[in-house]
């Protein structure tokens, strides 16, 4: 009798054991499922974020710097054709306290955070005093591009515009009429005019898209 008594104890013990062990393995495999869960929304998340901010994105005028107008145009399904990385997730795009875009069920998820810049373009129109004998004048701002309007007075001919001493445009037989003009965005321009008489204010007509900037964050969220 006490021999299966011991018997009957070591089963019920090794039942006992094995089932610890089975609940053990069933909650370290949760755990690591959980873990590789994460892990891959947050890759998600960051792959997400860094396309969005490069200088190669559809919605940057260039590197970590977003247009306003282009990402305002952000859709769930552009961001699904274009990120194929969030295709199958939910997501969210937040800049500042504005809500971007949002798809699915981004309830909880991983959140990336970058401070960016988000530009957007003013129209500036001016018509410059002009003196002889080089016919300078500066833009205040910088700009990528110009468009000028030449309407000299009559007997007046310009023939050749500069800026900062590059020739943009020439004509040996007169400049009329509007032209646009790119130039660096990266320095101050200074245009100055070839002309065979006087010009003054309202000979030229100088319309520049200088370049506004503020600092945000913006937020990606990418949920299961």
């Not at 990385?85 to 970058?114: A, C, E, F, K, N």
């Not at 468009?147 to 515009?161: E, F, I, M, Y």
């Not at 520049?208 to 900037?213: A, D, F, R, V």
């Amino acid at each position: 009798m006490r021999g299966q008594a011991n018997l009957l104890s070591l089963a019920v013990a090794l039942l006992v054991l094995t089932t610890v062990a089975g609940i053990g393995l069933h909650v370290a495999d949760g755990a690591f499922a959980s873990t590789d869960w994460t892990a891959a929304e947050r890759r998600a998340a960051v792959s997400l974020s860094e396309r969005l901010v490069s200088a190669g994105s559809p919605f940057t005028a260039r590197a970590n710097v977003l247009n306003r107008s282009r990402v305002s145009s952000l859709d769930p399904s552009g961001v699904r054709s274009q990120f194929p990385v969030v295709r199958d997730r939910s997501v969210r795009i937040r800049l500042g306290d504005r809500q971007v875009v949002s798809y699915g069920t981004p309830t909880g998820g991983t959140t990336i955070r970058r401070v960016v810049l988000l530009e957007r373009r003013q129209r500036v129109q001016v018509t410059p005093p002009l003196a002889p004998p080089n016919y300078t004048t500066t833009l205040p701002r910088r700009t990528s591009r110009i468009r000028l309007t030449v309407d000299p007075p009559a007997g007046t001919s310009v023939t050749t515009v500069r800026a900062n001493d590059r020739v943009v445009l020439r004509n040996t037989s007169g400049l009329d009429g509007t032209f646009d003009v790119r130039v660096s965005p990266m320095e101050t321009v200074a245009l100055s005019f070839d002309a065979s008489g006087p010009l003054g204010r309202g000979d030229v007509t100088l319309t520049y898209y200088p370049e506004l900037t503020t600092k945000t964050t913006l937020a990606v969220t990418v949920d299961a």
